[in-house]
């Protein structure tokens, strides 16, 4: 026993050093629904709901006992009904990896509170639960395995899964495949895979001596200070809009009702995995700039404002969140006047309105007010405006320090210019950028 966990210990301390000169990605597959046996859908609907059982069982075991006591080779489970009477369950489908995987989530969760709890933050005690959609393969070749480029196996399942997606890692001979997730998500089936690869085999970004602006907005999307202007809008069909009134007049958790529910979050999925698409591809062009400068706006306000239905059918959120993690990106205050201030004399025109769509100064500079404040953005981050993307180490400051530093705040005036722009002319076919095609009542993007 003494030999097993030093031989333990010594691979850890091994898989901890080959981890430092690697790389983690995320790849997401899908197994494919039509190619499932009566069987197959029967015992996979029955793992997830002994999930379902074994959690809310660990829940009710911590109330007198200690995680760490908790056995994960139990048969039976009990659990209450909604009259609160005990029940006990049979647990076949769900393998003792599988219910490792359940209690090492619930030991996160209490870290999780304990941390919150030692920041000052208010927490209460983790709650029972209604479904289980995400368990957790611990060790690849045991809980998974792939067999070919389109077949798996999982523990527990005497047959293997037709899926798709395999191909984005698992033709790459330095890859090494390590845990996995097994996800149900809308009537569907995915599992998430943890690879890691050597960073000598990553092949860097090719990266230009320039530096770019973007200004968000709401009419158009992206304002580019080279002059071009992308905008993408995906609104929800006509079908969407009458599911929901259809909805409306159903009764509330009947079959129906869930039915109708069920299949409108598989068609938001589907919009949602189409402006995933479009940002994945829209930032990944702008790794190649040698430094990209953008605002931290407040589009959470635009939101709340008149702007509701524009943001919502946006990706200006999840373009922002993306560049922001990305270490050429400049990010200026939002109280930075970037439209207000001329870039080529340095006066802030305090008097410009939001219909004011054209920018002009007596300096002679007169362009458009989104391209310009695009350019704005480029000339502050080369001439020493501070950049907020960087982490900075927090200091305790005492109660007096910090209701000064309020006072201050509250005192900032906001230069924070109007974005909204002018629809684009026409679609020019920038082979630098990645193209949207038209698709009528769902997405359209004009450059």
């Known amino acids: 026993m003494i030999n097993k966990n030093i031989k333990i210990k010594q691979t850890l301390a091994e898989t901890r050093k080959r981890r430092e000169s690697q790389k983690c990605f995320v790849y997401k597959t899908k197994i494919n629904k039509h190619k499932l046996n009566a069987v197959q859908k029967e015992q996979l ?53 599988y219910k490792q995987g359940i209690k090492d989530k619930l030991g996160d969760s209490l870290n999780a509170l304990h941390q919150l709890k030692v920041n000052g933050h208010k927490v209460g005690k983790l709650k029972f ?74 092949p ?20 580019l200070s080279d002059g071009r202007k992308i905008d993408f809008k995906l609104q929800e069909t006509e079908s969407m809009r009458k599911l929901h009134k259809k909805i409306a007049r159903q009764k509330k958790d009947s079959k129906q009702y869930d039915k109708s529910c069920e299949l409108l979050r598989k068609k938001y999925d589907k919009l949602g995995r189409i402006k995933n698409d479009f940002s994945y591809k829209f930032v990944n062009q702008l790794k190649h700039y040698n430094k990209v400068v953008i605002q931290d706006e407040n589009i959470k306000a635009w939101h709340k404002g008149s702007h509701g239905k524009a943001v919502q059918h946006s990706v200006l959120g999840r373009v922002k969140n993306m560049l922001k993690q990305q270490a050429n990106v400049h990010v200026l205050s939002r109280f930075t006047p970037t439209t207000k201030m001329c870039f080529n004399c340095g006066e802030i025109h305090k008097d410009i309105m939001l219909w004011d769509r054209v920018f002009e100064c007596d300096c002679g500079v007169s362009m458009d007010r989104d391209v310009h404040a695009a350019q704005c953005m480029v000339w502050m981050a080369d001439n020493g405006y501070e950049n907020v993307n960087k982490k900075s180490k927090k200091k305790k400051t005492n109660t007096a320090e910090r209701g000064d530093a309020e006072k201050q705040t509250s005192t900032v005036k906001s230069y924070g210019g109007n974005t909204i722009a002018d629809p684009c002319c026409a679609y020019c076919g920038d082979s630098k950028f990645v193209s949207v095609k038209h698709e009528t009542n769902v997405a359209s993007a004009r450059w």
């Not at 609907?45 to 999930?51: D, H, I, Q, Y």
């Not at 959690?55 to 007198?64: D, G, K, L, V």
């Not at 395995?145 to 890692?169: A, N, T, V």
């Open 204 to 223: 860097s970004v090719e990266k230009n001596n320039e530096t770019i602006g973007i200004d968000f907005g709401c009419a158009t999307s992206f304002t």
């Open 45 to 97: 609907e029955r793992l997830f709901v002994e999930g379902k059982w074994f959690y809310n069982y660990a829940i009710n075991f911590m109330e007198t006992h200690k995680l760490s006591e908790l056995d994960t080779k139990v048969k039976t489970v009990t659990t209450y009904n909604k009259n609160k009477q005990p029940v006990e369950h049979e647990l076949t489908a769900l393998k003792s990896s």
């Open 129 to 202: 639960k209604k479904e289980i959609n995400c368990l957790n393969l611990k060790q690849f070749g045991v809980t998974h395995r792939i067999k070919s480029l389109h077949r798996i196996e999982l523990q527990g399942f005497k047959q293997s899964f037709y899926i798709h997606g395999l191909e984005q890692f698992y033709t790459n001979p330095n890859a090494e495949i390590t845990t996995a997730q097994l996800i149900r998500k809308n009537g569907d089936y995915y599992i998430h895979w943890t690879v890691y690869i050597d960073k000598k085999y990553i």
